[in-house]
Structures are given as C-alpha cells and as structure tokens.
C-alpha cells in the first residue's frame, strides 16, 4: 500500500512545472511524441474517450511550427490510425510510426535511442504524461508534456484509475531493470509516413 501511494506521488511530481497548456511553452524544435491509445473499444465502435483528445492536442502542436516530427508511438495498428487521422486534421510536417511503443516503457526508450540529445514532448492525458516523464528522467531525456483533455465518458476515468496502478509498476521495472517488452532494437523500426 505504501509503495503504491509513495510511488504515485514520485511519478505525479514528474510532471510539476512541465506540463505545458500553452504552446508558446513547448520548446521549438522538440520532438512530439503521442503515445498511443485506441480508438474504438475492441472491436465495436465505441469511442475510448481518451483518443480523438489526443489526436485535437497531437495536431493543434505539430502545426504550431514548435515541432520538427511527431512521433507516432504504439502497436502497430493505433500508430496507422493516429498518423492517419493527424494527416486528416491537417498536419502536413513529417510524422514517423513507432509501432514498437508497446508499453509506455518501449515509447520512452525508443524517443531516447532514435533521437538522443533531442527536446522531446509527450502527448497524452496528464495522468499519462507525468509516468512518461518520470521514465525520461532515468534517461536523463529532457522533455515536457503537452497534456491533451482529459476525455469524456467513463472510460476516461477508468484509464487515469487504471493509471494509479501502471505507475507503481513503472517503479518496480526501474528498479528491477525490466526489459523491453519488444525484440526490435531501440533505435531501429521507425517508419516515416508519406
């Protein structure tokens, strides 16, 4: 109980003075990465709730001209659909798919090998955000949050609930040296989106 709440606290406070809501606060230059999440739940097509208000915050940045790609990071189906639907949304600036991001984990390390050195953003709801901080910190990445709406629905809910589990596990891998949950080299697998 005690390592689930000290760990929320830890991974919450990652994202003090680093979750940006204005874009003129993102630093010009970095590197947009969304984090992916489904649009559909399952295989109906119910919204998830969490995944058009990325797509509005992903899309609303990368055409700021703050950014220089956007990072498409997930399985390899939500990494079509997110870059697709930015596209829609008029994004015209180069997007590469990371369909290695299988976990937060695997985003987070991949952004670091594929672009070491670089100012990086994350994009996804707050509660997400801050875990995905935490983890670049262990990277020494230096990076921010560009945090999307929270969403609508219960689903939402169930995701930032959800959440205060995934950041108690997030500690646990770092200290155990948790590996990868992909066989693809960090560095390697991304593809660029005509």
């Known amino acids: 109980m005690g390592f689930g709440i000290l760990s929320n606290v830890w991974l919450w406070s990652a ?10 606060q ?7 990465v969304l984090l992916g999440t489904n649009e559909f739940v399952g295989q109906t097509t119910i919204p998830t709730g969490t995944y058009r208000p990325r797509i509005v915050a992903a899309a609303e940045l990368a ?15 939500q990494t079509f659909t997110m870059a697709r639907d930015l596209r829609a949304a008029g994004v015209t600036g180069p997007i590469v798919r990371d369909p290695y991001g299988w976990r937060t984990l695997d ?8 672009y070491p050195g670089e100012s ?13 901080l935490w983890m670049a910190d262990r990277l020494s990445l230096r990076a921010c949050a560009y945090p999307a709406a929270f969403g609508e629905g219960w689903r939402p809910l169930w995701g930032a609930a959800r959440d205060l589990l995934a950041k108690p596990k997030a500690v ?9 949950s992909t066989p693809q080299p960090a560095a390697t697998g991304n ?4």
């Open 172 to 180: 646990w891998d770092w200290l155990t040296g948790s590996e990868l």
């Open 120 to 132: 990086v953003v994350f994009v996804s709801q707050g509660w997400h955000c801050d875990r995905a």
């Open 15 to 24: 994202g003090v003075g680093r979750s940006y809501s204005r874009l003129e």
């Open 107 to 114: 985003s987070v390390h991949r952004v670091a090998a594929a």
């Open 63 to 77: 055409k700021s001209g703050r950014v220089k790609v956007a990072i498409v990071s997930g399985i390899e189906s």
């Open 191 to 194: 593809v660029p989106v005509r």
């Open 26 to 32: 993102v630093p010009p230059g970095s590197v947009l």
